[in-house]
């Protein structure tokens, strides 16, 4: 599937590119309008590839004790994958250390890009800061586009991508009933697919798809689980290997190429869309990299709410943001009696067996 999804992004943006759109590439993981993007009349394009093989490439460029999706990104940009072929200019900057990594090499491809300083707080000074950060960040896409963003092109662009989210919800949902008629792959996969193409393209499909799980039957069971942490790419089998070779179900997550995505709007009443792009992005978003670390609420509600076992916090090897946050994430979760699975892995295939036995083993515990 994964393959697929990939074919089918890069026949599209070649569509878009040939009517003379511009393809942005962004390095942020969730901390970043995509619709500012979109008001440009460009076409935002997430970085979210991982794999093995592009793993061990960007071993050449960063130490192997540096972040996997770092490494892995500029193994795909060494090895000139046809999707990320595509981009016009990136978007980087101080997201965590894994993203200002492959900044720091993108001279060395021939690739434009904009740096931004995301605050790791959302309070006062930061948030302001931020603000500043998206108004200069429009003059850039203005520059690259020809195309003034207008507050009526951001407007139209939050609603797009508003509606996008609420179709996500009502498909998430039905990850709520004893045997869903969707699992985690499913959403994972759909996902990816947005942060690929965008609202243009995904809400037909995800119109359709909804049709679909309402006539479907229910057909997946296996142990609830809730996962959390490090990015999920596309091209990593660990949620392959949970639902598929270790019997659980995911039924809800927090992860930023999953939840995250799609969970809160942008809020279209606000008189000033640059103020509510804000406060969805740098105060609404679930990524561990903030200070403090307010996550917690929102996955005690998002655990009961789906009736998970337990909790699986997946950590990839050598991330700052989500390393550090481990211990006390145990101990919050065990103060209300929930149990917790550390996973700290890359993206390396002969791992995959060790991973796949202390799965089953806290599966086995917690059902």
Do not use: W
């Amino acid at each position: 599937m994964t393959i697929e999804i990939i074919n089918e992004a890069i026949e599209i943006l070649k569509k878009y590119k040939d009517e003379g759109s511009k393809i942005v590439g962004i390095v942020q993981h969730g901390i970043f309008p995509d619709e500012l993007v979109l008001a440009a009349g460009a076409i935002p394009l997430r970085l979210i590839l991982g794999g093995e093989d592009e793993q061990e490439i960007g071993d050449q460029y960063l130490s192997a004790t540096t972040c996997p999706f770092g490494r892995a990104t500029l193994g795909f940009l060494e090895k000139q994958h046809p999707l990320y072929s595509l981009i016009d200019t990136m978007i980087v900057g101080t997201f965590c250390n894994g993203v200002q990594n492959v900044s720091n090499y993108l001279e060395y491809f021939k690739i434009p890009s904009r740096s931004i300083i995301i605050p790791h707080s959302s309070s006062g000074l930061a948030f302001d800061y931020y603000l500043n950060e998206l108004h200069q960040l429009k003059n850039y896409l203005e520059q690259l586009t020809g195309n003034k963003i207008t507050t009526k092109n951001i407007l139209v662009a939050i609603k797009e991508y508003n509606q996008l989210r609420s179709l996500f919800r009502e498909i998430n949902d039905f990850r709520k009933n004893p045997n869903p008629p969707v699992c985690g792959q499913t959403i994972h996969q759909l996902v990816c697919q947005a942060l690929l193409l965008g609202p243009k393209y995904m809400i037909p499909k995800l119109q359709n798809v909804l049709q679909q799980l309402e006539d479907s039957p229910s057909n997946h069971s296996g142990t609830r689980i809730f996962l959390t942490g490090s990015v999920i790419t596309l091209g990593d089998h660990l949620i392959k290997t949970i639902e598929e070779l270790c019997g659980g179900l995911i039924v809800a997550d927090d992860l930023c190429t999953s939840t995250d995505y799609f969970l809160e709007d942008v809020d279209i009443t606000d008189s000033d869309p640059f103020r509510a792009l804000a406060t969805r992005y740098l105060c609404r978003n679930l990524c561990g990299r903030m200070i403090p670390d307010s996550r917690i609420p929102t996955i005690l509600n998002l655990y009961r709410e789906f009736r998970a076992y337990g909790i699986i916090n997946h950590t990839l090897k050598f991330c700052d943001s989500y390393s550090n946050l481990k211990t006390d994430f145990r101990k919050e979760m065990a103060n209300k009696n929930i149990p917790v699975l550390d996973l700290d892995r890359d993206y390396a295939e002969s791992t995959t067996g060790q991973i796949q036995t202390r799965i089953e083993a806290f599966l086995e515990m917690i059902d």
